[in-house]
């Protein structure tokens, strides 16, 4: 099936690589997550504090789609109107797993507020949204694996319903040290058809 | 009450992730939300579990947080009047 829909860029992050359109932007050999994508952040000059608040989760879906929008020129200045479709297989079990230790015990149970407030996935896309602006649809799902078929439908129905002029989409999952974040821009114009194919074939890059 | 006021401001830098705010550019007297370090309301719940933690000070009303986290000066006059531990 012909799609009238186009993948306009991609961002990849595992294996302690980011790449941008399939070209390596960042590297390093750290093999803790969370120091692995404080380096990385850093490494790109983005004057954003809020980030090194976020949780895991949120910090590389933030960092994957920052890459991945400025690269295409938006910022944060204006309202933009892209929505967001986001899944993973492990929820926000990091974050669970750390709020679910702070009130394990009943004599020091103090669980943290900052920790707390992400312990949902969906947490991670307003972040995004508020760094850029965002007030369109969004949604977050939970599959078992990457589900290609799923992001192409419901980002194809958000467009030709008019709900949104772009849609930023993919695969966003981290559990302890695992990552592997996948997010690409479907939009109206562009020379890579938005089809099952693409898609596959760019998560693979 | 200067070593409080130092262990407030590391303790501060560390829970709430200021990474880009060193211990030593915290003055005793700068206000700590809004223009100051600028903190927002998830920090100010996060001192109130560090209150309740490290001092033993249970704020019921979190409005009280309000005058009680302006400053490290008033912050470490506050604790060391009502501090249980």
């Not at chain 1, 070209?23 to 504090?49: C, L, R």
């Amino acid at each position: 099936m012909n799609s009238e829909y186009y993948i306009s860029a991609f961002c990849n992050i595992k294996n302690n690589t980011i790449s941008l359109n399939g070209t390596k932007v960042y590297s390093d050999e750290n093999d803790e997550f969370s120091e692995f994508i404080k380096a990385a952040y850093k490494s790109f000059g983005t004057n954003y504090p809020k980030f090194f608040k976020m949780d895991t989760l949120s910090k590389l879906a933030f960092l994957a789609a920052d890459v991945l929008l400025k690269s295409e020129n938006f910022n944060g200045e204006e309202e933009n109107d892209i929505a967001i479709v986001f899944s993973n297989k492990s929820s926000s079990l990091d974050t669970d797993r750390k709020h679910q230790k702070s009130i394990d015990n009943n004599e020091d149970y103090y669980p943290s507020p900052a920790i707390f407030v992400y312990t949902l996935p969906n947490i991670c896309v307003g972040e995004i949204s508020i760094k850029y602006k965002l007030f369109s649809e969004n949604s977050f799902f939970i599959f078992d694996n990457f589900n290609a078929q799923h992001l192409l439908d419901y980002s194809n129905s958000l467009l030709s319903t008019g709900k949104t002029e772009k849609v930023l989409c993919g695969w966003v999952e981290l559990n302890g040290n695992q990552y592997d974040a996948y997010l690409y821009l479907v939009s109206k114009t562009g020379t890579t058809t938005h089809n099952k194919e693409n898609i596959i074939k760019f998560y693979n890059t | 009450m200067e070593t409080l006021k130092q262990e407030l401001k590391e303790n501060i830098v560390e829970q709430l992730n200021l990474e880009d705010i060193a211990v030593e550019d915290i003055n005793d007297n700068d206000i700590l939300f809004g223009d100051g370090l600028g903190l927002d309301s998830i920090d100010a719940l996060e001192l109130i579990v560090m209150l309740d933690k490290n001092y033993g000070i249970k704020l019921s009303d979190p409005k009280e947080g309000r005058a009680i986290f302006e400053s490290i000066e008033v912050l470490a006059k506050y604790i060391s009047e009502h501090r249980t531990k």
